[in-house]
Nanobody, 124 residues
């Protein structure tokens, strides 16, 4: 049974940092991604990383502030979030894509498995 378990969300002041973790189990994946969904908005792509090779891609809105990384030995993906802004407030979801496509998947429909989400709130 596939499981993606997120942790690390919370409340932080603007300019602060948080690190999200996503522990994956149940099968192997090609790519892991982070998405977020703010109230009243659609779920949007944040970052993605290949398990093999570590190729990364970021949304423009987080580039230079967020870093996605992986720990292959522990099947865990991280999202280090620095210089947080109030507009980063959202529920953050970990997602997994088992398919080995040429390009990194950036769309919600390209991911087959999802975590339960973790709330990140940035106060001004």
């Amino acid at each position: 049974q596939v499981q993606l378990v997120e942790s690390g969300g919370g409340l932080v002041q603007a300019g602060g940092s948080l690190r999200l973790s996503c522990a994956a189990s149940g099968r192997t994946f090609s790519t892991m991604g982070w998405f977020r969904q703010a109230p009243g908005k659609e779920r949007e792509f944040v970052a993605a990383i290949r398990w093999s090779g570590g190729t990364r891609y970021y949304a423009e809105s987080v580039k230079g502030r967020f870093t996605i990384s992986r720990d292959n030995a522990n099947n865990t993906v991280y999202l280090q979030m620095n210089s947080l802004k109030p507009e980063d407030t959202a529920v953050y979801y970990c997602a997994a894509d088992p398919n080995s496509a040429l390009l990194l998947p950036l769309m919600v429909y390209e991911y087959d498995y999802w975590g339960q989400g973790t709330q990140v709130t940035v106060s001004s």
